[in-house]
C-alpha cells in the first residue's frame, strides 16, 4: 500500500492540488496529514474540497487549537493575526460551522493500522502537539518518539522535511505543503510504501504568484508570509 503523507497545508490550496496529482500519479492510495490546515493562507474551504476526494487521516495541528480559541476568543483571534495574519479569521469565516467543529475536534495523536504497519500520526510530537522536533533534534527526542515501538511515526509542525530510523521505527517528517522553511522553494511531501517501508521525500513545484498575491493583498505588514515561499 502506497501512503501519500503531507502536512502543514495551511490553506495554500494551490500547492495542495500540485502535491495530489504527485501523489496519485505516483499511486497513492490514502493519505496521511499532519494537521495545519488552516492558518496563514486564504483558501481554507477549498483545501477541504480537495482533502475530502480522499479517504485520509488526519490530526489537529496547534493552528487548529488556536482556531478553536479563537472561534469564542476575539481577543486571542487578534493576537493570532497580529503574529501570523489573517488566514484564521479567512477560516472562521468561509468555514461552515460543520467544518470549524470538524476541525477543532481533530485527534492527537492517532494510532493506525495499515497494510501491516503500526503507524503513530502526529503534529508537533506524540505528546505534544505544540513541540518542535527538528531534523537535528537531539538523539533522547528521537528515542521518546520512538519509545512506541511503531513502524512509522510522522511528524510534522516545523515545516522542515527529514527522516530518522531509531531501531525498527522509521521517523518521518514530509515537510510543509503550503510553507516550506527550508530554502527550498514548492510544495513538500512524501511517499510510504507499507510493504517495503521505503520513504521517499518529494517537492513540487507549482504556481506562486496567485499565493504570494493574495497573502500580500491580505497581509501587507507580514511580509514574511510572501517572502518565505520564494526564498532559497
Known amino acids: 500500500m502506497l501512503l501519500g503523507l503531507i502536512g502543514d497545508v495551511h490553506g495554500n490550496d494551490v500547492a495542495l492540488a500540485a502535491v495530489l496529482a504527485a501523489a496519485r500519479a505516483a499511486g497513492a ?9 488552516v492558518g496563514y493562507y486564504h483558501r481554507p474551504a477549498a483545501v477541504l474540497d480537495l482533502l475530502d476526494a480522499w479517504p485520509y487521516h488526519v490530526v489537529r495541528g496547534n493552528h487548529e487549537d488556536m482556531l478553536a480559541r479563537s472561534r469564542t476568543d476575539a481577543t486571542a483571534l487578534s493576537a493570532v493575526e497580529r ?3 489573517s488566514g484564521l479569521r479567512t477560516a472562521l469565516g468561509e468555514l461552515a460551522p460543520a467544518q470549524l467543529d470538524r476541525l477543532c475536534g481533530l485527534p492527537h495523536p492517532l494510532e493506525l493500522d495499515l497494510g501491516g504497519r503500526r503507524i503513530l500520526l502526529c503534529h508537533g510530537a506524540p ?16 528515542q521518546r518518539c520512538a519509545a512506541g515501538g511503531h513502524d512509522l511515526v510522522v511528524l510534522g ?6 527522516m530518522h530510523r531509531i531501531g525498527a521505527t522509521t521517523i518521518v517528517n514530509p515537510g510543509s505543503v503550503g510553507q516550506p522553511r527550508d530554502r527550498q522553494p514548492g510544495a513538500a511531501w512524501a511517499l510510504y510504501d507499507t510493504t ?7 517537492r513540487e513545484a507549482y504556481s506562486l504568484e496567485p499565493v504570494i498575491a493574495q497573502a500580500r493583498a491580505r497581509d ?3 511580509p514574511y508570509l510572501a517572502n518565505v515561499l520564494t526564498r532559497t
Request: hydrophobic share 40%.
Open 29 to 37: 492510495e490514502a493519505l496521511l496529514v499532519t494537521g495545519d490546515l
Open 83 to 85: 503574529k501570523y495574519g
Open 127 to 142: 505528546w505534544d502537539n505544540d513541540c518542535y522536533v527538528y531534523p537535528d533534534a537531539a538523539a533522547d527526542i528521537l
Open 157 to 162: 509542525h516545523t515545516h522542515y522535511a527529514m
Open 196 to 202: 517495503t517501508g521505503d520513504v521517499s521525500l518529494r
Open 220 to 222: 501587507p505588514a507580514l
